[in-house]
């Protein structure tokens, strides 16, 4: 009888591998789960990003300690490393990308699935982060709404690290036979030197290109890098122990990540120096090992601790591809439905890491069929041809809806003239409710509108903060004798399809001045880094300087306060933005050039993430996208700069009627889509302003020479 009891205690034994920390169960049950309430509840928790970065550490230390008890020696040592790699991350990770892309195609808009489809393809592959790197840092792309894949990031880097990894380790062991030295030493020794360079090049790449940085593998090797470290160091350097030394060092770790979680914001350049904080904090948790009846394993080895532990890579997988889906189905996305995707997200996790990380992996240790790298070649053909169909069909999709003048057309034939795009905010239209309606007809379609940008975006015409608006591209259009200048950011940008219509009415040349984010007002503006600072903030002299020498007629401007000025806030930017305007302004007009300031447009991104997917997402009622006047019209200290200098030559011109009527906004108007992402009008909406803008112009600035009789 004793003996059948007993039985079992030596199978549970076994459960857990030799060696076993729970405490690094415990780190990972903290990573994940700041993650996951950041992602659902950010405000509460703004640092708690910083949970892939303890991520990073784990992983470096653990990989490490592996590679140096059996360092490879052939390359068949490596490769059967990347396989068991393959049998414990892959099968779930592709079991997520299948299901999420299968949601795409059942819940989200059309207007998304051409995007998502080339990321399923990314994530599937694990260039995640290289391909969030290349397109997502984009301004122009911040509208976009973020994809189900976009947490593929981390994994990428991390599966890039263990691709290099154990081929470096391997390097430096044969170096060390080679050279006759301490192995141990000389992996140390080469891990110290990569730690080094990869943490000076993440300070050096977040201060220069901090989107990117962001999300490149280089500036992360420091973070595995430092887990790494911690186990070259040896078993002594952290055995387990009793000293108080150690348990004040693990305390130390603990509170370390916990104040990055609540202390550090998204608006903190990141992962240059800022990231050592919660790197080393994980970094000392594993090295102390504390052992001390007080130390911070009296929770992380908690039962609740190694639950989360246990299934934190499948939680992980899952949250994300719930938290941004879950929305298309649902019409509100508050706490009850929030808490309903967590548990959700709990249930599929540990479906997947009991069926799939447990026992697929055991179904292919065994399988004389299904090998490691059988799975790994047919589970990546049959994913990528499935996300590869679902984004030529997105493709498609988005093709067949290019021909913007036939959608506008046959939306023109169904509302009629008299209510036709801003025609519907008229008096002639007689029809209630047809600015946001308009008999449920969009043109263009919501998946073309998004691509429905003015021609200055095609021609590259904007000062950029990849340069730090060094390179400052200036575009022509016509040859009229009346010369104009067209200044500011993309809100001026926008303008350009209107603006060129009445170029070729009255015989003006354009020159276009442009930048993006960047408002030139001759004012530094805080940017990210300290380059982009100085040379967003040299702009509107260099403006200045070729409005003299080209000795233009007229200059239009427009400018989106996005970006506070150096020193203040968004709230306390008003006042230091609208004296900069005066001054560069009231230098434009002492060359003797007419000044028209556009008054900026509303803005959807108050309330909206991006108009043609709301309208997608709400084909059958587009009011859904609409917004409040006090909300979406933003203050504008260039038309406050205007006020303030009652010069005749400098006016200014406000087109919001056109967009809004008795309070409200509109992102679908008379039939047309209004916006191509969360801010900037569409071309198409632009360009049927042009009349309207022309007449309030010429009334404005009543200049013969600027608009001359017919």
């Known amino acids: 009888m004793s003996s059948n009891q007993d039985l079992p205690l030596p199978v549970k034994q076994d459960l857990k591998p030799k060696g076993f920390r729970a405490d690094i169960q415990g780190l990972r049950a903290i990573a994940v789960g700041i993650v996951v309430l950041y992602h ?32 490879p020696k052939t390359f068949l040592d490596v490769a059967q490393f990347w396989m068991r790699r393959v049998k414990r991350l892959i099968p779930a990770s592709f079991l997520v990308i299948l299901c999420s892309v299968a949601g795409i195609w059942i819940f989200a808009p059309q207007t998304l699935w051409q995007d998502w489809g080339l990321q399923a393809i990314a994530a599937t592959f694990y260039f995640q982060n290289w391909f969030l790197a290349l397109t997502k840092v984009d301004y122009l792309a911040e509208g976009d709404a973020p994809s189900p894949f976009q947490h593929f990031w981390s994994l990428s880097a991390e599966e890039q690290f263990y691709f290099v990894w154990p081929v470096l380790i391997g390097l430096l062991v044969l170096a060390a036979l080679k050279c006759k030295k301490n192995p141990k030493a000389i992996i140390l020794g080469g891990i110290g030197a990569i730690f080094l360079v990869s943490f000076a090049y993440s300070m050096y790449a977040t201060a220069t290109d901090p989107g990117a940085a962001y999300f490149s593998t280089f500036t992360r090797v420091w973070e595995f ?9 040896g078993a002594k350097a952290h055995a387990a122990t009793t000293d108080r030394l150690a348990l004040v060092g693990s305390w130390g770790g603990i509170l370390a990540i916990a104040f990055s979680a609540v202390m550090f914001s998204g608006q903190m350049p990141f992962p240059g120096y800022i990231a050592a904080i919660p790197v080393f904090g994980t970094a000392l948790v594993l090295l102390c090992n504390s052992m001390h009846k007080y130390s911070p ?140 309606t308009a008999d449920q007809q969009v043109a263009p379609a919501p998946v073309a509108a998004k691509t429905d ?7 590259d015409c904007f000062a950029s903060q990849t340069t730090d608006f060094q390179d400052r591209p200036v575009c022509h259009y016509g040859k009229g004798e009346i010369k104009v200048a067209l200044v500011g950011n993309s809100h001026a940008g926008q303008w350009f399809p209107a603006l060129n219509t009445l170029a070729q009415e009255h015989g003006w040349q354009i020159d276009t001045y442009l930048a993006n984010r960047c408002a030139i007002m001759g004012e530094e503006q805080k940017f990210d880094d300290q380059a982009s600072v ?13 409005i003299k020498k080209e000795d233009y007629d007229l200059v239009i401007t427009s400018n989106r306060q996005s970006v506070p000025v150096s020193g203040h806030s968004m709230e306390s930017s008003q006042d230091p933005a609208t004296d900069a305007y005066e001054k560069l302004m009231g230098d434009w007009a002492d060359t003797g050039a007419e000044v028209a300031v556009i008054h900026d447009t509303s803005w959807p991104g108050a309330t909206l993430d991006n108009v043609p997917d709301c309208v997608a997402k709400n084909s059958s009622d587009p009011d859904e996208c609409s917004g409040d006047a006090d909300e979406w019209i933003p203050q504008d200290p260039q038309v406050d700069a205007v006020k303030s200098l009652d010069d005749p030559d400098i006016v200014q011109v406000n087109m919001n009627d056109q967009l809004c009527e008795d309070g409200a906004c509109y992102s679908v108007i008379g039939g047309i889509v209004a916006y191509w992402d969360h801010s900037h009008l569409s071309a198409t909406y632009a360009q049927s302003l042009s009349e309207t803008l022309g007449a309030r112009m010429e009334k404005a600035l009543d200049s013969d020479k600027l608009f001359p009789a017919a």
């Open 40 to 71: 659902f509840w950010g405000h509460y928790l703004p640092g708690g990003f910083v949970g892939v970065d303890v991520f990073f550490v784990i992983s470096g230390f653990l990989i490490t300690s592996h590679l140096i008890s059996k360092p």
């Open 534 to 546: 100085e040379g967003c903030g040299d702009l509107g002299g260099w403006v200045t300087d070729q």
């Open 225 to 233: 890098s430092a887990g790494a470290l911690v186990a070259a160091l």
């Open 453 to 459: 940008k003015p021609v200055v975006y095609k021609n």
């Open 297 to 436: 394993k009296i929770f992380l080895g908690t039962k609740l601790f190694q639950f989360f532990g246990d299934n934190s890579y499948a939680i992980y997988l899952w949250h994300w591809p719930l938290l941004v889906l879950v929305p298309f189905m649902v019409d509100d996305f508050k706490w009850p439905q929030k808490f309903a995707a967590l548990a959700f997200t709990l249930v599929l996790a540990v479906a997947t890491q009991k069926l799939v990380e447990v026992r697929f992996k055991k179904f292919i240790d065994t399988s004389a069929i299904l090998s490691a790298p059988r799975f790994l070649a047919a589970g990546s053909l049959v994913l990528a041809l499935f996300a590869g169909a679902f984004y030529m069909t997105s493709t498609q999709v988005t093709e067949d809806a290019q021909d913007i003048n036939k959608s506008l057309a046959q939306v023109e034939k169904t509302v009629g003239d008299e209510c036709f795009g801003a025609s519907a905010l008229s008096d002639s239209c007689n029809k209630p409710d047809a600015a946001q």
